[in-house]
């Protein structure tokens, strides 16, 4: 089983930045995408940044710009630099990956959710 644990988020004031890490755990496991989503009060859960083991990033279009999502693949990490934030990114984060677990041949796709870290940015 993947268990994943961030860290990072709090608050800051508009035009600041932060930096979100989540840390993926287990045994017998290969990532192939790594993925931040996020939840405002009110709203659904919205995918913010995306990396492929490419890698190759996808990202929201109100974030293009001022976010940055990155990978260490020897650390099984992802992080997401936010800079310029706005009370508009004021939400639970969510780190999401994908990938495949345990013993070869016979390995089972899964989907990993992290707990989720409150962000909030005042303007």
């Known amino acids: 089983q993947v268990q994943l644990v961030e860290s990072g988020g709090g608050l800051v004031q508009a035009g600041g930045s932060m930096r979100l890490s989540c840390a993926a755990s287990g045994s017998s496991f290969s990532i192939n995408n790594m993925n931040w989503y996020r939840q405002a009060p009110g709203n659904e859960r919205e995918l913010v940044a995306s990396i492929s083991s490419g890698p190759t990033a996808y990202y929201d279009d109100s974030v293009k710009g001022r976010f940055t999502i990155s990978r260490d693949n020897a650390q099984n990490t992802v992080y997401l630099q936010m800079n310029g934030l706005k009370p508009e990114d004021t939400a639970v984060y969510y780190c999401?990956?994908?990938?495949?677990?345990?013993?070869?041949?016979?390995?089972?796709?899964?989907?990993?959710w992290g707990q989720g870290t409150l962000v909030t940015v005042s303007s």
């Open positions: 999401n990956v994908k990938g495949l677990s345990g013993p070869y041949p016979r390995r089972n796709p899964f989907n990993a």
